[in-house]
C-alpha cells in the first residue's frame, strides 16, 4: 500500500512539475482518558495514531499559499499571505491557511509555499484529522522558513488557527497529540501549565491491544452542543468560585451547584481528571512498559478498562455527549470479553476506543450488533502509540 507521504510526493510532482523541498507529516489521535477536561484546564492523556496527514512542499516566492489535496479533489485553494485573515478562506484550506494566518500573528515570518496533502486519518471519525492537517501544515511552514519554533508553540498556534480562523471552539489537547506525542507512550497533558510528561504505553506487551471502533455516525450538532459544553463548564466554575473546574479535585463539592444539569456536568469534569491520574499512575507502576511483569501488567490493564467504562458511563449520563451507535458498540465490546471501552473526543459521532485481549470477539460481536440495528457497518482500526509530527524526506 503506498504511504500518505509517497502519495503527497507523487502529487506534488503531477501538479507543481518538481519535486518538492520535503515532506512532513502530522498523525491523528485516539485519548487514552480525559474527555472534555482540556478546556477545562485539566489533565488528558493522548497518543499518536498510525494514521498521518502528509504535506509535500516547496517555498513560493510570490507571497501566495497554493493548495491541492488528495482527498479534495477539484478544490485547490490559492490565496496570498498578505490577505489572510479569519473569514477570508473557507472550506478545508482553511485549516493550512488558518495556520499560515496564525503563524504570522505570532510574529513567524514564514513564506508562500506550493503545498500537495494526502491522508489516511479518516475524516469525520473524531480522530483529530483536521489537528493533523494543521499541524502538518506548521511544521511544513517553519521548517521552510527554517524557524525552530518549539512544538508547544506550535501547538498553541495550530489551535489558534481552528479556533479564530476555522472557528471551531476546541481546546488544546489535538494539536499537543499530534506534535508532542512518541511511539509506545501516552502523552500526559497538563491543560493548565501546559507541561507535558510521556507515559509508558504498550499494550502488547502484556497481551492487551487498543481497538478503535469508528461507528460512522454523523456530528451535525457537534459545534453548537460542543460551545454549550464549555459554557455550562464555565458557568459551573464561576458558581463554585474557581477560575476553572481543574481547582476542585473533591466531586463531593459539586453538591453545592443547584442546577442538576450543572452538576453532572461539572461531576463528569472532575472524576475524568482523577481517572487520568490514576490510569498514569497504572500505566508507570508498570503496566504500560512491561515491568511489572506480564500478569501484573495484564491486571492493570483490565483496571484501565474499568476506568474507561467508567468514563464512558460518565460521558453518557453526566456530560452527554455520547450517541447511540457509541453506546451499543461499548455494550457489544464489554458482552464479548473486553477489559473497557469508551467514547472518545467532542461526543455525537465519531470513534470508541476498546481496551482488550488478543484474541477478542469484539470485532464480531460489535459489527452483528450494527447489522441487527440495521446501522451503516462499522470501521475496525488497531492503535498502536506511534510517533508525532517530523519530517520525512
Ligand atoms: C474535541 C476537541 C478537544 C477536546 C475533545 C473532548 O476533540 O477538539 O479539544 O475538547 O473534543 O475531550
Redesign the pocket.
Known amino acids: 500500500m503506498i504511504t500518505a507521504s509517497a502519495a503527497a510526493r507523487a502529487l506534488f510532482l503531477s501538479r507543481f512539475g518538481a519535486a518538492p523541498s520535503g515532506v512532513w507529516l502530522a498523525p491523528g489521535r485516539a ?1 487514552l482518558m ?6 477545562n484546564d485539566g489533565f ?1 492523556l493522548p497518543f499518536a495514531l498510525g494514521q498521518v496527514t502528509a504535506v509535500a512542499a516547496a517555498p513560493r516566492l510570490d507571497g501566495r499559499l497554493v493548495l491541492c489535496s488528495r482527498q479534495q479533489p477539484g478544490l485547490e485553494v490559492d490565496a496570498a499571505l498578505d490577505d489572510l485573515m479569519p473569514g477570508a478562506v473557507t472550506g478545508w484550506g482553511a485549516y493550512p491557511c488558518g495556520v499560515a494566518w496564525a503563524l504570522r500573528e505570532a510574529g513567524h515570518e514564514v513564506p508562500g509555499a506550493s503545498i500537495a496533502i494526502d491522508s489516511d486519518v479518516p475524516a469525520g471519525a ?1 480522530l ?1 484529522s483536521s489537528a493533523a492537517l494543521e499541524c502538518a501544515t506548521a511544521l511544513t511552514l517553519t521548517s521552510l522558513a527554517g524557524l525552530a519554533v518549539p512544538r508547544r508553540e506550535l501547538a498553541v498556534i495550530a489551535r489558534r488557527a481552528e479556533n479564530e480562523f476555522v472557528g471551531v471552539p ?5 494539536q499537543s497529540a499530534s506534535l508532542l506525542c512518541q511511539a509506545r507512550q501516552a502523552l500526559l497533558l497538563d491543560c493548565q501549565s501546559l507541561e507535558t510528561s510521556q507515559v509508558p504505553f504498550d499494550p502488547g506487551l502484556a497481551g492487551a491491544r487498543v481497538m478503535l471502533i469508528d461507528t460512522r455516525a454523523t456530528h451535525k450538532l457537534t459545534g453548537g452542543e ?1 460551545a454549550r459544553r464549555r459554557a455550562e463548564c464555565e458557568e459551573a466554575a464561576r458558581l463554585l468560585g474557581v477560575a476553572s473546574l481543574r481547582a476542585v479535585t473533591d466531586p463531593a463539592a459539586v453538591q453545592r451547584l443547584a442546577d442538576p444539569v450543572l452538576r453532572r456536568r461539572a461531576r463528569h469534569v472532575v472524576t475524568d481528571d482523577a481517572r487520568v491520574l490514576q490510569v498514569v499512575a497504572l500505566l508507570r507502576d508498570g503496566a504500560g512498559s512491561g515491568a511489572a511483569g506480564a500478569a501484573g501488567a495484564a491486571g492493570a490493564y483490565r483496571e484501565i478498562g474499568r476506568l474507561l467504562t467508567q468514563a464512558h458511563e460518565s460521558l453518557r449520563d453526566g456530560f452527554e455527549v455520547s450517541w447511540p451507535e457509541a453506546d451499543a458498540a461499548v455494550a457489544a465490546a464489554l458482552a464479548a470479553g473486553a477489559f473497557g471501552a469508551r467514547m472518545i ?2 461526543g455525537f459521532g465519531g470513534s470508541v476506543l476498546v481496551l482488550a485481549g488478543p484474541d477478542n470477539g469484539v470485532r464480531s460481536a460489535v459489527s452483528e450488533e450494527y447489522a441487527r440495528r440495521g446501522w451503516t457497518a462499522p470501521e475496525f482500526l488497531d492503535a498502536t502509540a506511534c510517533d508525532g509530527a517530523r519530517r520525512v524526506a
Open positions: 485519548n480525559g474527555e472534555h477536561t482540556d478546556y488528558v473524531g483529530s476546541s481546546g488544546i489537547m489535538d460542543y473526543g467532542g
